[in-house]
C-alpha cells in the first residue's frame, strides 16, 4: 500500500528490510513495556509512530498508511521544509529506498502502536525539494480508504508489480531477493502483539464508517 501511495507521486517503491522490521519491532515492544509513546532518537532511521485505542483493536495497515499520509493537507509543494507533514514527507521521501514495520498490542487488547523505519531516513532540511514531489495527476489532497484500496487493487493486478506482498496487515513492497521465509516472517512480525499504552499527543478521529460503527476510537502519531 506504501508502493500505491507513493506511486501518486512518481516516487519508485520501497524495498522490504529485514533488519529494519526487526528494530521497527523491537522498539514497538519497547515502548509497549514502558507504557510511554515517543520517537526514539535515532538518527539512522526515519521513524513514523502510530497509536489507536479503542475495542475491537484493529488497526490495519491501511490505517496507518492513510494516516500518515493525509498530513499531505499541510503542506503547500512549494520546496520549502515542513515538519508539520513529517509523517506524509516520510512516507514518500523519494531517495528512501527501503522500509520495515512493526506492531504491538496492549495487555488489554485496546490499544494498538505501529513503528515505521526507513533508510535512508528522511525529512532534512534543505532536501524537501527534490524529495517530496507533487502528485503526478490532479490535486494533492487526502485520501479515503477505499480509495487506497482500490489503487491496490490495480497495483496487484498489474504486471508491473508482481513483487507486492499484499494482505490484510501487510505494507510491504518486496523485491525479488527477498525469500519467501522473509515474506513470512514480514507478515508475522506485523501481526504480533505486545503490551502499549500512550500519553498525548496529536489527536485524531477515524472517520471511516467501516471501521467506527458502534466503537470510539482514539488515534495519534508523532
Known sequence: MLFSLRKLHGCPPLKFNIDLASSAQAYAEVL?????????????????LARQSGLPANFSAAQVAILWYN???????????????????????????????????????????????????????????QNVPPVLHGKPRPLTLEELARGMNEDVR????????????????????????????????????????????RYYKLLNPDINVGFQYDTYII
Open 158 to 201: 498489474s504486471e508491473e508489480k508482481e513483487n507486492l506482498v499484499f494482505s490484510k496487515n501487510s505494507v510491504y513492497d518486496v523485491s525479488d531477493d527477498i525469500t519467501k521465509r522473509m515474506r513470512k516472517l514480514s507478515l508475522k512480525i506485523f501481526k504480533k502483539g505486545t503490551p502499549q499504552q500512550s500519553g498525548s499527543v
Open 71 to 129: 498530513e499531505i493537507k499541510n503542506y503547500k509543494f512549494d520546496g520549502q521544509d515542513s515538519l508539520k507533514c513529517g509523517h506524509f514527507s516520510q512516507v514518500i521521501w523519494k531517495d528512501t529506498n527501503e522500509m520495515g514495520m512493526g506492531k504491538a498490542l496492549s495487555y488489554d487488547g485496546r490499544t494498538t502502536i505501529v513503528v515505521g523505519h526507513y533508510q535512508p531516513p528522511g525529512n532534512f532540511m534543505g532536501e524537501w525539494g
Open 32 to 48: 509497549a513495556s514502558k507504557n510511554v509513546f515517543q520517537h526514539s532518537g535515532s538518527y539512522n532511521v526515519g521513524e513514523n
